[in-house]
């Protein structure tokens, strides 16, 4: 498979991700979003040769705790972005300006209080980024792991 890339449109190796190619899933008022970005990223970890290995399946994880974690406390999810490189890089935007803190002390075997543990057990690296009229929450995993399939190092 080939991929076109982000300044060309020139088509390039779908094995190693054009560096910086980004894709974007508009969800602002889109009924299953959670379902929707999941598929959205397993068609893009296919099409860049990420796919098959544990770390694809921690990366869905980690974009439907994000997605459901704006669902459920911002108002809703508007966009998610995908952008390719020495690292992928997930972002999901929402409306709300507040930036999300982990629960101090979610509690064994009881739902809720448990995503953001779970991005930070997952990903390399996560944050937030306020913007005007909302703010971005992003996790990023090291293209090597998505290769190898190894774990983090935690």
Excluded at 66 to 79: I, Q, R
Aim: aromatic share 4%; charged share 25%; hydrophobic share 35%.
């Amino acid at each position: 498979m080939e991929t076109i890339g982000p300044e060309t449109g020139d088509t390039v190796s779908a094995a190693v991700p054009v560096r910086g190619q980004r894709r974007r899933l508009a969800l602002t008022g889109v009924r299953g979003s959670v379902a929707k970005g999941r598929d959205f990223t397993r068609q893009a970890l296919k099409d860049w040769g990420w796919d098959g290995t544990e770390t694809s399946e921690d990366t869905l994880l980690l974009v439907s705790e994000l997605l459901t974690n704006a669902s459920l406390h911002a108002g809703g999810c508007h966009e998610l972005v995908l952008t390719a490189g020495e690292c992928l890089r997930i972002e999901v935007c929402d409306g709300t300006t507040t930036l999300p803190r982990p629960h101090p002390a979610p509690q064994r075997g009881l739902p809720g209080g448990h995503g953001l543990h779970i991005v930070d057990r997952l990903s390399d690296r996560w944050g937030a980024l306020p913007h005007e009229g909302g703010k971005a929450v992003w996790a990023e995993i090291d293209a090597a792991r998505l290769v190898s399939g190894r774990p983090t190092g935690r």
